[in-house]
Structures are given as C-alpha cells and as structure tokens.
C-alpha cells in the first residue's frame, strides 16, 4: 500500500481506553515523523499527536496526559493509546506520515494522510 493504514477504532464507553495502529506504507526508519489527527463533523483536521524519527514526542494540549503516541519498529506500527476518554473524542482518526517540524509544531504531509478510523465515546 502508499499510504498508511490505520485500525482499531469503535465505539467505547466514556471513561474506556483503545489503541489504535498505523500500519506505515514503508519502513518507519525511513520516515521522518509520524502524526495523529483527527477530525469532527464539520471541522478541519486537528493534530493530535506526533513521533519523529528521533526526539520527544508532542501532543495536543486537549490529550496530553490522555493520549500517549508509541511505535513498534519490528511491525512497522505506530500506536495511539487514549485512555480516559471523553465524548468530546468522537471524532474520525487520522494517521500522517512524512510530516515535517517547523517550530516544534507537526506539518503533516498532504500525501501521507490514512483512510481515517471512526472513534465514538459514548456517555
């Protein structure tokens, strides 16, 4: 595939955890950052969580504390576990790769967006 695959959304009680997985359409080595969006009805895309190749990662302040992004090398994934979640989380989910850093702040790659994968946290 060229482009990311993401998985592992569904529907979770208010307060419930998931994880979701970002397949990378070529080794994570080779890719400079990786980020999470994610999008409401009617909303722009907003970030969510970064990892870049090296260096600490970054969240969005609405997340942090919540959210923790992580990869898995050997499977070419990387993860967004949120626990604690809220109804205010529905939202789609989408993986980025290939983004840039401009001052500290994720630029996502216009050509690395996934298909997205719906979250739902009901209350």
Same mark, same amino acid.
């Given at each position: 595939?060229?482009?990311?695959?993401?998985?592992?959304?569904? @529907?979770?009680?208010?307060?419930?955890? @998931?994880?979701?997985?970002?397949?990378? +359409?070529?080794?994570?080595?080779? %890719?400079?950052?990786?980020?999470?969006?994610?999008?409401?009805? =009617?909303?722009?895309?907003?970030?969510?969580? +970064?990892?870049?190749?090296?260096?600490?990662?970054?969240?969005?302040?609405?997340?942090?504390?919540?959210?923790? %992004?992580?990869? &898995?090398? &050997?499977?070419?994934?990387?993860?967004?576990?949120?626990? =604690?979640?809220?109804?205010?989380?529905?939202? %789609?989910?989408?993986?980025?790769?290939?983004? *840039?850093?401009? +001052? =500290?702040?994720? !630029?996502?790659? !216009?050509?690395?967006?996934?298909?997205? *994968?719906?979250?739902?946290? +009901?209350?």
């Amino acid at each position: 595939h060229v482009q990311p695959v993401e998985s592992g959304g569904g @529907l979770v009680e208010a307060g419930g955890s @998931l994880r979701l997985s970002c397949e990378a +359409s070529r080794i994570l080595a080779s %890719i400079n950052a990786m980020g999470w969006f994610r999008q409401f009805p =009617g909303k722009q895309r907003e970030f969510v969580a +970064s990892m870049p190749r090296r260096g600490a990662s970054t969240y969005a302040d609405s997340v942090k504390g919540r959210f923790t %992004i992580s990869r &898995d090398k &050997d499977k070419n994934l990387v993860y967004l576990q949120m626990n =604690g979640l809220k109804p205010e989380d529905t939202a %789609i989910y989408y993986c980025n790769e290939g983004g *840039t850093y401009v +001052s =500290g702040r994720y !630029l996502p790659n !216009l050509r690395g967006w996934g298909q997205g *994968t719906q979250v739902t946290v +009901s209350s």
